[in-house]
């Protein structure tokens, strides 16, 4: 399988903590793939790693065939952190150029990836003055307008309303069509459903790395919540 990212029994240490324990996974190019996991399992501490900005006790992790991290993955590989990470003084459009220069991308690219998040009525606000959810999109315009191979995108939809997280699933899999690869972390289980691929962690674990199919059909249940409950209390047992 052709994979945009493959991680190797990754061991990473966050303090004196072991916070991940060994994890093996791939994400699939041109697939949305689902991080999904209880609060504190680890899902930003793997996206950190597959981006390059998280030292590693053991393991490895490979993008796009070079190793996380490397120079020539910066303008290949977007990244949209929890925190929104805009400029509060400049307006929407003002920033999604800023970033489309630093990416040698232009104005049109720009105004089209502020359209894309539905911040184009808003294009001309500055960003401080947005709303949360609104700022939350103005900072995902900004790590799509380089046109990335490869997006990790830590709780995206987190403060927005059911039509624009539809909206911005569709957006997802419309990219994933056209050959990029998403890495989508979410805690919301009905989001999981509307990934290509789920990898399940808890404590710093992988619980399952499968398609939502698979998952339903290896528990038996078709509710993923339900699913979920089942494979940890599987691994709990497992590891009891
Ligand atoms: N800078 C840090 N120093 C020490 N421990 C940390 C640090 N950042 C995170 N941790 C710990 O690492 C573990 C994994 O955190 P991480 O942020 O990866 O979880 P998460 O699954 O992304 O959680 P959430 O869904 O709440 O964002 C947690 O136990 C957390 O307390």
Redesign the pocket.
Known sequence: MDDAVSVRDLVIE????R??HGISCAVPRGTVTGLL????????????AVVGVQSVRSGAVDVLGRPAGSADLRHRVGYLT?APSVYADLTVRENARYFAVLHGRGHAEADRAVADVGLAAAAGQLVGTLSGGQRSRASLACALVGDPELVVL??PTVGQDPVLRADLWARFHAMAAAGTTLLV?S?VMDEAARCDRLLL?RE?RLVADDTPAAVRAATGVDDLEEAFLRLIRGSEEAGA
């Open positions: 966050r303090g004196k903590r916070v991940l996991g209880p609060s504190g399992s680890g899902k930003t501490t793997l996206m950190r929890q830590d709780e972390s805690h962690i710093g």
